[in-house]
């Protein structure tokens, strides 16, 4: 989705040290898909979206049900027209994003290799090579990545969401870390519920939110 209409501003996360933090928020459960969420997250993930969210799987038919079961489109990724600390080159053009995991979706969605470069919370440099056979070069190769909501969407029913609500809450928490200590420390004072994978095992997530329906079906 174009910058005017991403509320998913890459700015720095709002802190709550007041949230409750959960301890057990790595997923190590393969495969990622239907591996089960931390509970925190799960019932905050649940509250927001309207419905029982348990695994991965369950949080990705949450996601595509807002955007009416189709599979996110290059247009609909979170574009910046200038330049972010997030961007994805494909062999004709360069693409700036509000968030990193916008270019590993890319790849999927122009059926090419994609190089992206993504700068962590505390700026560090993470490259990644991916491709739309789901094969992935990420640099350092221990790099990790979050998935997460806010705790302040609670309010919300399932029914009322919309795409914009979905980036608001969700996108400022998918991040990427050198190691999975940066993620608990980043995670300890998030105001959000929040998963950590390898980042490698972000491809299936992605692969499976840019399919479409007919791919879902088989």
């Keep these: 989705m174009y910058d005017e209409d991403c509320n998913c501003g890459d700015l720095a996360v709002d802190q709550a040290p007041e949230q409750p933090t959960n301890g057990d928020n790595w997923a190590a459960e393969r495969p990622v898909r239907t591996a089960r969420l931390p509970d925190e997250m799960a ?7 309207g419905e029982s969210i348990e695994t991965f799987d369950d949080m990705i038919s949450a996601f595509r049900t807002v955007v ?12 910046v027209e200038e330049k972010t600390p997030h961007s994805a080159q494909t062999t004709d053009e360069t693409y700036y994003f509000r968030c990193f ?9 122009v059926d090419e290799p994609v190089d992206i470069r993504t700068e962590t919370p505390t700026n560090e440099v993470i490259e990644i090579q991916a491709s739309p056979d789901s094969e992935i ?12 909501v806010a705790t302040d969407y609670e309010d919300l029913a399932g029914d009322e969401l919309t795409a914009q609500d ?4 969700v996108c400022p928490y998918v991040k990427a870390f050198q190691a999975r200590e940066d993620y608990e420390r980043w995670a300890a004072d998030a105001a959000a519920t929040t998963v950590g994978i390898p980042l490698d095992a972000g491809m299936p ?14």
């Design 137 to 148: 070069d990420v640099a350092p190769s221990d790099a990790v990545m979050s998935f997460g």
């Design 166 to 169: 979905v980036y608001g809450a």
């Design 68 to 79: 009416d079961g189709d599979g996110i489109a290059v247009d609909e990724l979170c574009h």
């Design 43 to 49: 019932d905050n993930m649940g509250r927001f979206f």
């Design 205 to 218: 997530i992605a692969a499976a939110l840019t399919a479409s329906p007919m791919e879902v079906a088989e």
């Design 101 to 109: 995991y916008d270019g590993i979706a890319l790849a999927y969605l």
